[in-house]
């Protein structure tokens, strides 16, 4: 078709100083609606207000809509109302054509004809014949009628009644397509894998088990571990919360963990149990059997932590399982799995006294395997053989089921010194979770001195555990539990630099499989096994927060860099305790990063005493921290430098409480060798006990204690044979 030379002609007397008229529209002529890319027009002090734009060349017979625009110093200002249409049809013999209309009023005229408002309501065109509907498509089929109303839509639903957050969208037409379209892809496939999701959750009994695996897997959110912050949503007495309604207790601090910056949700064992903590199961499949609430609310909630950016971790306990009837000898070893809404799951996790391993108090011997050498024996309930092959079937389609059915995204394996590592591997190549976490909770090194140094056996044991698993699973780090809150109760920092002058824990040897944290529901909470001392609990997050690993019951975000300053402000804050009730930490983290502490940053300890840890995290250094009692007092500063100045005006070389000045710390590897006793009296000044606190002079006395016990007995000892 020919061209035709289109003027627009608008009356716009609402413009300020500096601001000039601009046509914008679909056509590419007119910038796409891009502003940036307008029409300008232009007046005079004769013709204004009347804003006259060049002769625009457009096709005959197109269908244009457009509406105007103001620039000008204080930005953009768009036209209100409907976008205007402007259908070109012009006789062949004419060339040229004007288009009128005012600012703010309906319509326009082409050669004094009126050309109607757009009306009618918004269509998504589709694509090359694809089957699959997007987003708009299919909230539209849904039930949504949408229609124009400015430049906004105003949505309803079947009923009529108006969609209040939809109504408030801007128009399609005034936002960034790119980024508008960017958004449709990521939330079509965020649909398509809650469809496949429910697709292989239909078929999962009656497809291949390597075909499910394969697919499962392409709808994983596999995590990232530098950037992953677990948060224990429970403690040992959360069953009672809500009236047995924990899960939806839970839901309404969704969006609170999401703002703290938490990236996953560690809830409890989620099945029927004979203790209402749920570590004694007993039916896997019977959710609604749980003292936490039923499997409705249980999956409503994970529904609310994905739409949250938060995946969720289900507690799984599978060494030990108690029986729901008895054998004909009277031993609790019969087990159904509590599955009653479908037929495709009978008998899946019916078992019997076979299930349990030999020689167990439990067993009825007809069992096919004992417990492994090293499998740790739990004598509340029986102890499943994993080992055999069907206790694996069911173990494996059960927890299948809850990632299909019920929405857990990873796994937090109880109890894993029961039963062999391998499995654990096993399972997680059965079930592909986001990621997996054992509690391989183990005894550490003593001596008649306490904690010792050395605990590169108790780490090494973590390591094995972590090998053995084919890598499919990380550790808590308990090793680093145990030192860490032994230097700070303490005051002993050495603890916290091995003889190679690493981390001490697993974060010293694995850290990318080790997850850190100060306590959980066994070591604090009510039943404080192995608690961190309480007032130690911010040094000893100020340490796990900065060092590499996986943090637990800790935040996280993204945003710009690390500093000392903002990780001590955002620690005051913190309360000791990961109940629902008093959340871990009250700041907003979601601005700060951790992109500067790689989950295996290395870790450069320059110091570490009784008195001192000082350590720069990263290569090159992104952060540094520091442990220790106030000391120090800022000195002076300015650009590139700072200086801290020490408190006490003692003129003695002070390096340790416990040594004299050449000394090194007591309980290190160096006293023990040179077989250095204790603390000498010449030592201590006014100035020192003035700066000691409370355990540090408890510590003292102690020491003293033991000094003044070991002189006796020498004394004693001559005594006893005759010499002076």
Request: glycine letters at 10%; aromatic letters at 8%.
């Amino acid at each position: 078709m020919a061209n035709v030379a289109v003027t627009f002609t608008v009356e716009c007397s609402c413009t300020e100083h500096g601001e000039e008229v601009y046509v914008v529209g679909s056509h590419k002529k007119l910038g796409a609606w891009d502003p940036l890319e307008a029409v300008r027009c232009t007046t005079t002090a004769e013709n204004f207000p009347r804003w006259t734009s060049s002769p625009v060349s457009l096709t005959n017979g197109s269908r244009i809509e457009f509406k105007t625009v103001i620039r000008g110093p204080g930005g953009k200002k768009w036209e209100h109302g409907q976008n205007r249409l402007l259908q070109l049809s012009v006789p062949s013999h004419e060339a040229r054509t004007n288009v009128a209309f005012t600012w703010g009023q309906p319509g326009v005229n082409e050669e004094d004809d009126r050309v109607s408002e757009m009306t009618g309501g918004f269509r998504r065109a589709t694509s090359g014949g694809s089957e699959k509907s997007g987003p708009l498509t299919r909230m539209m089929e849904s039930g949504s009628s949408m229609s124009r109303r400015g430049s906004r839509h105003l949505c309803k639903t079947r009923n009529g009644m108006v969609n209040e957050e939809m109504t408030r969208t801007p128009s399609l037409l005034l936002v960034d397509f790119r980024e508008f379209q960017e958004a449709a892809v990521e939330h079509e496939k965020e649909l398509d894998d809650i469809e496949e999701r429910a697709k292989l959750n239909r078929l999962q009994r009656k497809m291949k088990s390597t075909q499910l695996i394969e697919r499962m897997a392409k709808i994983t959110d596999t995590v990232d571990p530098s950037r992953t912050v677990l948060l224990q949503g429970f403690n040992w007495e959360s069953w009672r919360a809500g009236g047995g309604d924990f899960y939806n207790a839970v839901g309404r601090k969704v969006q609170l963990f999401h703002e703290m910056g938490f990236t996953d949700l560690w809830l409890p064992p989620c099945s029927q149990s004979v203790a209402p903590q749920g570590y004694l199961p007993s039916q896997l499949f019977n959710l609604d059997g749980s003292k936490y609430g039923t499997q409705q609310a249980l999956e409503d909630l994970l529904e609310k932590c994905h739409k949250n950016g938060i995946r969720c971790m289900a507690d799984i306990v599978i060494n030990h399982r108690c029986g729901d009837r008895q054998d004909g000898e009277g031993r609790w070893n019969q087990f159904s799995s509590g599955m009653q809404s479908r037929p495709s799951f009978a008998g899946v996790a019916d078992w019997g006294g076979w299930a349990v391993t030999l020689g167990d108090q439990y067993s009825d011997g007809s069992g096919m395997h004992g417990p492994g050498h090293s499998d740790g024996r739990f004598d509340a309930a029986p102890d499943i053989d994993h080992r055999h092959p069907k206790v694996q079937e069911c173990i494996s389609i059960w927890l299948r089921w809850l990632r299909l059915q019920v929405g857990f995204d990873g796994w937090r394996f109880d109890f894993v010194k029961g039963y062999g590592p391998e499995f654990v591997g096993k399972y997680c190549d059965k079930s592909h979770p986001a990621w997996a976490v054992g509690e391989l909770w183990t005894d550490m090194n003593y001596d008649l001195h306490g904690l010792c140094y050395n605990q590169d056996k108790h780490r090494q044991t973590l390591v094995d555990w972590v090998n053995a698993t084919g890598k499919k699973s990380t550790a808590f780090d308990f090793t680093t539990k145990g030192v860490l809150q032994e230097a700070c109760r303490l005051t002993q920092f050495w603890r916290l630099r091995d003889k190679d002058g690493k981390p001490p824990g697993l974060i010293g040897w694995l850290p990318q499989y080790a997850v850190t944290f100060i306590d959980n529901h066994d070591t604090g909470s009510t039943q404080r096994h192995w608690p961190f001392p309480d007032d130690k609990v911010l040094i000893g997050y100020a340490y796990i927060l900065t060092h590499p690993g996986v943090w637990s019951e800790v935040c996280d975000g993204s945003g710009g860099d690390w500093a000392v300053e903002l990780l001590l402000s955002f620690l005051r804050e913190a309360i000791c305790n990961t109940s629902l009730n008093q959340i871990i930490i009250r700041a907003n983290l979601c601005e700060t990063s951790r992109t500067a502490i790689p989950v295996d940053a290395p870790v450069n300890i320059q110091c570490a005493d009784d008195t001192l840890y000082l350590a720069e995290i990263g290569n090159p250094p992104s952060l540094r921290v520091a442990l220790g009692p106030n000391y120090w007092t800022n000195g002076p500063s300015g650009h590139g430098y700072r200086v801290w100045v020490k408190r006490t005006g003692s003129t003695q070389k002070y390096s340790s409480l416990n040594a004299s000045p050449e000394a090194t710390p007591l309980g290190s590897p160096r006293r023990k060798k040179e077989g250095a006793v204790g603390l000498g009296p010449e030592m201590l000044t006014a100035e020192t006990l003035k700066i000691m606190d409370v355990p540090q002079l408890q510590n003292l006395k102690e020491r003293l204690q033991a000094l003044l016990n070991a002189t006796d007995a020498a004394l004693a000892h001559r005594r006893a044979n005759g010499s002076r």
